[in-house]
């Protein structure tokens, strides 16, 4: 294999089951969002830029469970969780519960730049897009005609859906400086309780970065994944290892300690190398090395690693 050379840039589309999918569908979908993130690396632009970047087309992209086609909660509304992190002197922006927003991961790198504050939920984030100039949009314009489908059955049904979320999205990158930065963001997991929040927009749990070591998103089980900080592990385990092997070791921990692990990793070295992970049966995957070499895998093989 290759040595790691920067900038490189890896991004997932959620650890789950992922049965009775169009797998072409979702492959491109990775696939899409690593090249547009890489073209801004390629360009020059920052880790930031290429994560927001490959995280905005995750969100508009139906299959995936973040921005549009979002689950709904039980009570048939969007409420989604995003979270940016900059290696640059540990710093975030997170945003939680937000339901009027197009694209969450943008109001959280807001919340980074813009305000002196690194976390905002609610109605109170949602004012505060409205304020830093993104525009505020009905609810019902996140959801789509399939969810929408679901949420109607289930409320004939009263039976819950099965199973773990199958869409988080999250990107992970590290730009020709030598800067990391990741982006998580969520519809949370189906069916969920209003108000609840899981993992992703929790620094160090969904996702975390290190100028130092590298930069992380989770996806899985939040209420598994928040209680390990999942990704500070696996980013303070980038040393003298590659990402591939501190993906590895962190994922091994948290199955130790964890029971019925259900979660997945993908992690940037700021060497440029690459790591991905997960327990469950797929996550679907796309990266691109520092020479354009593209790839997309529905499952990530236990090897992995650039
Ligand atoms: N981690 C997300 C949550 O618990 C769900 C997922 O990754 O599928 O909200």
Redesign the pocket.
């Known amino acids: 294999m290759a040595q790691p050379s920067r900038p490189a840039l890896i991004v997932h589309g959620?650890?789950?089951n992922w049965t009775n999918f169009d797998e072409a569908a979702v492959l491109n979908g990775v696939r899409a969002a690593a090249l547009a993130g890489w073209e801004i690396l390629r360009a020059g632009g920052s880790a930031i830029e290429a994560v927001e970047e490959a995280a905005i087309l995750l969100e508009d992209d139906p299959l995936f469970?973040a921005g549009y086609g979002s689950f709904v909660n039980l009570e048939g509304e969007v409420e989604m969780?995003a979270l940016i992190t900059d290696g640059r002197g540990i710093r975030f922006g997170a945003v939680a519960a937000v339901r009027r927003v197009r694209h969450a991961i943008t109001l959280a790198r807001l919340v980074m730049t813009r305000t002196e504050n690194c976390f905002f939920a609610g109605d109170g984030a949602d004012q505060l897009a409205a304020e830093l100039g993104l525009s505020l949009i009905p609810n019902i314009d996140l959801v789509t005609e399939k969810e929408f489908a679901l949420f109607r059955q289930r409320e004939a049904d009263r039976l819950p859906r099965a199973g773990?979320?199958?869409?988080?999205i999250g990107a992970a990158a590290v730009d020709s400086a030598g800067h990391v930065a990741s982006a998580t963001s969520?519809g949370?997991?189906p069916d969920k309780r209003k108000g609840r929040v899981?993992?992703?927009p929790i620094f160090g749990a969904?996702g975390y970065a290190d100028d130092a070591h590298g930069a992380a998103s989770?996806?899985?089980?939040?209420?598994q994944?928040m209680r390990f900080f999942l990704c500070k592990e696996a980013v303070d385990a980038v040393r003298g290892i590659s990402a591939a092997q501190a993906a590895q070791a962190a994922m091994q921990s948290f199955a130790a300690r964890v029971p019925s692990p259900e979660a997945g990793l993908i992690l940037a070295g700021a060497d440029g190398s690459l790591g991905a992970v997960h327990t469950t049966p797929a996550m679907p995957t796309a990266w691109v090395t520092a020479d354009g070499q593209v790839g997309a895998v529905m499952q990530v093989p236990p090897d992995f690693g650039i």
């Open positions: 959620g650890a789950g469970d969780d773990l979320g199958t869409g988080t969520t949370g997991t899981g993992d992703s969904g989770a996806t899985g089980r939040g209420e994944i």
